[in-house]
């Protein structure tokens, strides 16, 4: 899942607390959480800590992007 907010690193450690995820992270000024299924339940956790988020997709990674990851990323192809 892929979230924009206006201030990525305030959000999320309140998201780390409060939404079932694998892992997370800041990319770009985006918050990307790793198996987030419920994007209603970010939404209603991001406004009970005050926050709007301007975008919330979900993302799943396409072949390629799976085994760069896997490799270690682009840095290491």
Known sequence: MRIKVSHPEKVLPY???HIQMDSSEIIDGEIHL???KDGA??????FQNGD???????HQ???E???MNLMG???NA
């Open 65 to 67: 992007e799976y085994f």
């Open 61 to 63: 990674l396409d072949l």
């Open 15 to 17: 998201l780390k607390q």
């Open 41 to 46: 339940a970010v939404n209603q956790c991001m």
């Open 34 to 36: 790793l198996n987030a």
């Open 52 to 58: 709007i988020a301007s975008e919330i997709s979900f």
């Open 73 to 75: 990323g682009e840095k």
